[in-house]
């Protein structure tokens, strides 16, 4: 639960200062405290189910843990910062530590955003992390316990305190209320989670240009452009074949419910029946790139080192040693860069490895968004010729 009177980050918003929240950025957070835009997730069943298991969890918890565990509902504030956790977990040697509970309802994101119990993600990291720092408003809290139930199974994590982690976190809050109090909200990053905002702020205003040429990422935005385009352009032709590869099979299957191939390949047809209804009124805007025909790929752009520097997003010196710090705390090792390696035919059945060649001189320094470019451009002609 935020603050109410928006006088401090809470512990799910913290996370945004450091470009790690799934659910909003700096720049929604920004217009949230300056301009009051509505920013809370709309209610889902994943959602309701969490908070009707949260006191069976609490429940259980205090029985795995043989600790006390109090519930803590209330908005606890110190300085900037302030958090509502799930609970209070009283142990007789540490004293009081914070106990926030997650529902993970399916195993693609316990492997993917968990790491299949490895490492939470370090959105929740932060989050209890600012739960401990906040303690009971005057005094930190020297332990927490971050604990996830998936698939009937409860995973516990308990976490010390990241002393550089907290400094960091009361230095973004500090910076973020300067920017609220000079109302300097930035500009959108251009993450998808932000696009109901964007649109909802940034209607189309008709027989307006905006010149986008003189842009110091303007060579970055044609390559972007280049490839929306691409993509809308492929994902039309593939729903388009597979309709028609559909429409073949159901044909040669008539009214079977299943049919049966060689090498044991098998088809089900299944009839679904969908209740009709009203679709509640809404507005969003969409996107449409005109490219010119044969346009060749652009030429790297020197911001190109960044991907994800599309609109002018400010470079993100914490994303590293947040993930360090919490990776030190949790007690994981991070991965070592892995060299890229090539087998050949023949030294693969020889049990040797040789390295991969080098790319043709054509292709050589223009960037990877120049090749990856080329590459689908080649594959789109050499698809067309086969045809």
Known sequence: ????????????????????????????????????????????????????????????????????????EQYVRR???????????????????????????????WMRDWGGGDSPPRHNEIQLQQQ????????????????VWVGGDIHYFERKPIEKLWAEIESEAAKFFADVAAKAEGEPFGEPVEMPL???????????????????????????????????????M?????????????????????GVLPEGVMIFAKQVNRAG???????????????????????????EKQPDNILARPADPHRGAVGRAVAEAAGVRPPEPVQRRHVGRGARSRGRR????????????QGPARRRLQGLQHNRRALRHHD
């Open 354 to 365: 040789r390295d991969r060649p080098s790319l043709p001189d054509p292709v050589q320094g």
């Open 198 to 236: 964007i649109a909802e702020l940034y209607a189309p205003t008709p027989g307006v240009t905006v010149d986008l040429t003189t842009r110091d990422d303007a060579r970055d935005l044609v390559s972007t452009a280049q490839l929306c385009r691409y993509h809308a352009t492929e994902r039309s």
């Open 277 to 303: 209804y009203t679709v509640k009124p809404s507005k969003y805007t969409t996107i449409d790139v005109l490219l010119p025909d044969n346009m060749p790929a652009p030429a790297p752009a020197a911001s």
């Open 132 to 147: 401990m720092l906040v303690g009971d408003g005057t005094a930190s809290y020297q332990w927490g316990v971050l604990g």
């Open 238 to 258: 593939h729903e388009k074949e597979e309709k028609k590869y559909k429409g073949r099979l159901k044909a040669v299957m008539g009214d079977a419910e299943k």
């Open 79 to 109: 300085g900037l910062l302030g958090c509502t956790r799930d609970a209070i977990v009283i142990c007789p040697d540490r004293g009081p530590g914070a106990l926030e509970f997650k529902c993970c309802f399916d195993y693609g994101t």
């Open 1 to 72: 639960m935020p603050d109410p009177l928006k006088q401090s980050l809470s512990a799910t918003q913290t996370p945004a200062l450091f470009g790690v929240s799934p659910y909003l950025t700096r720049w929604m957070l920004l217009r949230h405290f300056i301009h009051g835009d509505p920013i809370d997730s709309p209610a889902h069943n994943r959602m309701d189910w969490g908070l009707k298991m949260q006191p069976l969890l609490l429940a259980q918890a205090a029985e795995d843990l043989h600790l006390e565990v109090k519930p803590d």
